[in-house]
């Protein structure tokens, strides 16, 4: 069946239709991972967009449950050159054909993912509609993609009700803004007992239960349409119990502590995104999902960048020098892509454990 991308600067790309046959519009955008394409369709940070893979065949090795982290699909669309008919791996369990179908996201393979991009990149990222109706009227369908916006996806994504995962170590309160599995899994399989509470959680309740730490997930949208959690965080910033943010999180710390942020012109998306260690110099490879930056010039006195994105400068991590939170923008959990910063998650580790000796 055929299937059309539709960009709202009137472009069409033409190919064929896998996943569902719905019609969807969302914000276009890419991610240049060259595996991992089922931990980015179960990343809730993609709620709101469809995402196109740079590299240039999807699915060759199946889908793997046990790797999903959520537990479900998230992206409005997916947009691949080729798509791998016949996966090989021995703990593939299921094809992304079927992936897509059971999970309801529709998508578009065969059109030139390369030249795509290149817009993208050239013009910023776009709305799109994906559409198997051949009929399509363009100057009816232009206005409908041009006034769609990406809203009001953190409450989509976050979680219904408070959670546990059981550890024997330190106390973690692990805020929900559309939170991958790994995050959980990264500090339980440092003996953490995880609390997993939904993103609006008055700031009293989490403090109420005493953690030794707390952690901001990543998240979907546009930070600062989350009002209501920025006043929350900033309550939780004013405590003394040690914070530890990631992605959205970061995003949402600063703007909490006066700070501002951006959109960038067509975001992060991908798991070789260096950055650089401002105290060291030493640089890593890492894992982003983003299309907010915070603005450094923004960053207040009392705080000072961390990192730093090697190709465009834009700011990756603030510390705060008068207490105990530490944000980065990257994805330390990586879940696609490099781990090479996991040991940040260690560092947050030994804040809990200096506060917990003070």
């Not at 059309?4 to 955008?29: M, N, Q, Y």
């Not at 050239?122 to 409908?144: A, C, Q, Y």
């Not at 999180?249 to 995104?273: C, E, I």
């Not at 930056?293 to 190709?311: R, Y």
Request: with cysteine; hydrophobic share 35%.
């Amino acid at each position: 069946m055929k299937a059309f991308l539709i960009l709202e600067d009137g472009t069409i790309f033409e190919g064929t239709s896998i996943g569902s046959t719905r019609e969807t519009i969302s914000e276009i955008v890419f991610n240049t991972s060259m595996t991992g394409y089922l931990e980015v369709l179960t990343d809730p940070s993609y709620a709101g967009q469809a995402v196109v893979m740079t590299y240039p065949l999807i699915g060759n090795y199946g889908i793997c449950y046990a790797d999903m982290e959520s537990e479900k699909a998230w992206p409005d669309g997916f947009i691949v050159r080729e798509l791998a008919e016949v996966p090989s791996n021995f703990r593939c369990e299921d094809t992304i054909q079927n992936f897509l179908v059971k999970y309801d996201i529709p998508g578009i393979s065969g059109i030139d993912t390369r030249a795509l991009t290149k817009r993208l990149r050239g013009k910023g990222v776009m709305n799109g509609m994906i559409t198997t109706d051949e009929s399509f009227n363009l100057d009816e369908i232009l206005p409908r993609i041009r006034a769609y916006r990406t809203e009001g996806v953190v409450a989509k994504v976050t979680c219904s009700e408070k959670k546990v995962l059981p550890g024997d170590g330190y106390k973690v309160a692990l805020m929900d803004f559309g939170a991958k599995k790994n995050i959980a899994g990264s500090l339980n399989r440092r003996g953490c007992e995880v609390t997993i509470y939904p993103a609006f959680t008055p700031a009293e309740e989490i403090l109420a239960a005493d953690p030794d730490g707390i952690m901001l997930s990543n998240g979907p949208g546009d930070p600062k349409e989350c009002t209501s959690i920025i006043e929350e965080i900033r309550k939780l910033a004013a405590s003394d119990v040690p914070i530890f943010a990631i992605c959205l999180g970061h995003q949402l710390m600063a703007l909490a502590q006066g700070g501002d942020t951006y959109k960038l012109k067509y975001g992060h998306r991908g798991g070789n995104h260096p950055v650089k260690d401002m105290m060291t110099g030493r640089v890593y490879i890492s894992s982003q999902n983003h299309g907010y930056a915070v603005d450094e010039k923004s960053i207040p006195a009392d705080a000072e960048p961390s990192f730093t994105n090697v190709n465009d400068g834009t700011n990756e991590g603030i510390r705060y020098l008068k207490k105990s939170i530490y944000t980065t923008q990257f994805h330390p959990e990586a879940c696609p892509g490099p781990q090479d910063s996991d040991f940040l998650f260690d560092r947050f580790m030994k804040m809990m454990e200096e506060k917990k000796n003070a």
